[in-house]
T-cell receptor
C-alpha cells in the first residue's frame, strides 16, 4: 500500500513570505496529523483531524498558521507570514486504529 | 497531562555492543507505548509497540517491555549494527473519543561505530 505523501520535500523562503505544504494520507485513514519538528526535538502536534473535522488544534499558532482537510482526504498546512522560528520539519501522519504512519516531511528554512 | 521522558543522547556505541535507551512516561489511564526510529532526512517509522502492561514489543532485534509498576518502556538490542544509527523516539498514545492522540519524547540519537 502507498504511504503518506508530502510535498514539497524542501522549501526555502524569506521571513514574512507565505508557504503551503500538502499531505495525502494513506487511503482509508480517517485521522490526519500535522506535526512540527524543530531540530533536536520530538514532533509537536500542530493540528489533528478526524475525517474533515478538527479534533485538536490547541498548539497551532492561529495568527499565522492555518490548515484544512477538504473532503476528509488531502490536507494543506499554510504559514502566512513566516517567521525565522518556523524553520523546522513539518511532518504529516495518518492513523488507522492505534497505529500512526508518517510521511517523509517537508523541511522549511526561513531566512 | 501525559508526558514521555527519554534519556538524552547522543549514545555512541561500538558495533555489536548492547543497547539500552531509557524511556519513562506519565499517564492517566492505560496508554499504548511505542518506539519510533527516524533516519536522516526521513519521517518517523514505527519500530515496535506494546498495548498493555507486561506486553513485550519486538522488531528487527529490538525489544521493549511495558512496565506499569515503573512506568517505563526501555528499548534494548543485544548487538547493534552501524545501520542502527538513527534517532529513536519513545511515544505514548491516549484514546480520545473516536481516535488517538500521540505524545513523543525528545528523541535519543544513536551512533554506532564500526
Amino acid at each position: 500500500e502507498a504511504g503518506v505523501a508530502q510535498s514539497p520535500r524542501y522549501k526555502i523562503i524569506e521571513k514574512r513570505q507565505s508557504v503551503a505544504f500538502w499531505c495525502n494520507p494513506i487511503s482509508g485513514h480517517a485521522t490526519l496529523y500535522w506535526y512540527q519538528q524543530i531540530l533536536g526535538q520530538g514532533p509537536k502536534l500542530l493540528i489533528q483531524f478526524q475525517n474533515n473535522g478538527v479534533v485538536d488544534d490547541s498548539q497551532l499558532p492561529k495568527d499565522r498558521f492555518s490548515a484544512e482537510r477538504l473532503k476528509g482526504v488531502d490536507s494543506t498546512l499554510k504559514i502566512q507570514p513566516a517567521k525565522l522560528e518556523d524553520s523546522a520539519v513539518y511532518l504529516c501522519a495518518s492513523s488507522l486504529r492505534n497505529e500512526q504512519f508518517f510521511g517523509p516531511g517537508t523541511r522549511l528554512t526561513v531566512l | 497531562g501525559n508526558s514521555v521522558t527519554q534519556m538524552e543522547g547522543p549514545v555512541t556505541l561500538s558495533e555489536e555492543a548492547f543497547l539500552t535507551i531509557n524511556c519513562t512516561y506519565t499517564a492517566t489511564g492505560y496508554p499504548s507505548l511505542f518506539w519510533y526510529v527516524q533516519y536522516p532526512g526521513e519521517g518517523l517509522q514505527l519500530l515496535l509497540k506494546a498495548t498493555k502492561a507486561d506486553d513485550k514489543g519486538s522488531n528487527k532485534g529490538f525489544e521493549a517491555t511495558y512496565r506499569k509498576e515503573t512506568t517505563s518502556f526501555h528499548l534494548e538490542k543485544g548487538s547493534v549494527q552501524v545501520s542502527d544509527s538513527a534517532v529513536y523516539f519513545c511515544a505514548l498514545s491516549e484514546y480520545i473519543p473516536g481516535t488517538y492522540k500521540y505524545i513523543f519524547g525528545t528523541g535519543t540519537r544513536l551512533k554506532v561505530l564500526a
